[in-house]
């Protein structure tokens, strides 16, 4: 059985307040998946030289 539930901004608060490495894991995997959104917007291609 799944549950799914949703944190309010208090719950959230309150659980970095007690976890706050999670902070930091929280910020990481953002800055990942924005620039993963960014790469797969381009195509995947590289460009090489200015």
């Given amino acids: ?3 799914i539930t949703v944190m ?3 719950n ?3 659980f970095l307040a007690r976890h706050p490495k999670m902070t930091g894991v929280l ?3 953002l800055l ?3 620039q993963a959104g960014t790469v797969l917007a381009d195509g995947g291609q590289a460009y090489f030289g200015p």
């Fill in 1 to 3: 059985m799944i549950v």
């Fill in 8 to 10: 309010s901004h208090e």
């Fill in 12 to 14: 959230m608060s309150e």
């Fill in 27 to 29: 910020f990481t995997a």
């Fill in 32 to 34: 990942l998946l924005s």
